[in-house]
């Protein structure tokens, strides 16, 4: 659920957007924790969010956010080159895409912060982490696996 009041949970604090979950593990371990520093990024911001913290700590964390999502994508592709990942092209233009949104989003918020829509962000977010991982993440790591490199079950 996303909007301005989130749900609870038993101690009566406000669940994360987005919950880790062996689901999307790709048993990659720096994927993973990569993968896993994006859900706090992306949970710190819907924590301000839903606790109305006033700019510009949410630019921060949006800013944060942004440049991690470049780090991760940009060393995602490194290591699938290096495993000679067959679908590398797909897998990065989906990146590409991935990332112009991310970059349209905040520089949206830079310029009309007042007017930004951040529950539209956050679902985007939360929509593309997830299918990204299980759909085109889980892709690769029979591969990464073939090129001998540890991954975990
Ligand atoms: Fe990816
Ligand atoms: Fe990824």
């Known amino acids: 659920m996303v909007g301005s009041v989130g749900p609870a949970n038993l101690e009566g604090r406000p669940m994360p957007l987005i919950e880790w979950a062996d689901s999307v593990k790709t048993g990659v371990p720096e994927i993973d924790q990569q993968h896993r520093q994006l859900?706090?990024?992306v949970n710190d911001l819907y924590d301000k969010n839903v606790a109305g913290v006033a700019e510009p700590s949410v630019a921060e964390t949006l800013t944060a956010l942004?440049?991690?999502v470049d780090y991760h994508f940009t060393c995602e592709e490194e290591l699938l080159a290096v495993?000679?990942?067959e679908d590398l092209q797909n897998h990065k233009a989906e990146h590409r895409k991935l990332m112009e949104?991310?970059?349209?989003?905040e520089k949206s918020h830079r310029q009309h912060p007042e007017t930004f829509d951040m529950d539209d962000f956050l679902g985007f977010l939360q929509f593309w982490l997830r299918s990204h991982i299980l759909q085109s993440d889980m892709a690769y790591v029979p591969s990464i696996a073939r090129s001998?490199?540890?991954?975990?079950s």
């Open 101 to 105: 949104q991310v970059v349209f989003y």
């Open 148 to 152: 001998g490199r540890p991954v975990e």
């Open 83 to 85: 495993c000679g990942y």
């Open 39 to 41: 859900f706090a990024l």
């Open 66 to 68: 942004t440049e991690y």
